[in-house]
């Protein structure tokens, strides 16, 4: 839950803006070039575009969102964008069915919901990974955190990486400029229970900018989580210790953002 400040006697329109972006990533293991090929396929058919839009859909409902616009792409030969430009009031019902003005979508274009899905194989180890890049910017006082757990529950992700920025001020009726509207000291602070017993997470927090960073990376290694099209049983214990560890090394190194020597 959001954790409100003492109510605010704001000047005019809350100017804050809230930005919530996400780095997902699955990892895979699949042998033959055939299996990778219909690993793509896989992760193609299950976030399209279409899918990748009910889940978005879905956010603004959690955040208290309007939807004025979707836009979205599945793309050749893999991924998919969804685009959906949101409000926090009912703006068409303000203005008519009919007509939303230039200058409206103008004022809440910074507010928006998009997912951007790299799906990728490597030619000869055969590790698979996808990505997805998450993004939920809002201002006023709605709030991108609502749906943090909803989008990590979205996705089978074995590392998430999570950065929550709150930009600009908004001005009380004294003139005084108020930099934040709600209490955070960490993202870990609104993560539900199950999701924080299924990571081992740590910060890099900046609180003078409001800039707050939180990296999870799954704590059980179960190798048939990874294996695509196959099970551990039927493989040899040399082959599972090879695999076990090249699955491993793609985590750490995605974890890390760097190459392991």
Sequence with gaps: MVKPIPR??????????????????DICYAVSEDQ???????????YNAERLTTILTDVADI????????????YDPQGASVTILISEEPVVEKLGRDTISGAVVAHLDKSH???????????????????????VATCGVISPLKALNFLIDSFESDIVIADYRVRGFTR???????????????????????????????????????MFHTKMHIRDFNLDNYLFEAHSDDLSYKERQRIGSLLRREIEELFHGRNLL
Excluded at 8 to 25: D, E, H, P, V
Excluded at 63 to 74: C, E
């Design 172 to 210: 009380d009726v004294k003139g005084r400029k108020h930099y934040m509207d709600h209490r955070i000291n960490s993202v870990q602070e609104y993560l539900a229970k199950h999701i924080r017993q299924k990571y081992d997470m740590f910060d890099v927090n900046v609180y003078q900018e409001n």
């Design 113 to 135: 919901i998009t997912v951007h899905t790299y799906p990728e194989t490597h030619p000869h180890n055969g590790i698979a990974t996808f990505r997805a890049d998450i993004d």
């Design 8 to 25: 605010l006697r704001l000047q005019g329109f809350n100017n804050l803006t809230k930005a919530l972006s996400f780095n997902i990533y």
């Design 63 to 74: 955040i208290g969102a309007n939807i004025l616009n979707v836009a979205r792409q599945d």
């Design 36 to 46: 990778r090929q219909r690993y793509i396929e896989y992760i193609d058919e299950a």
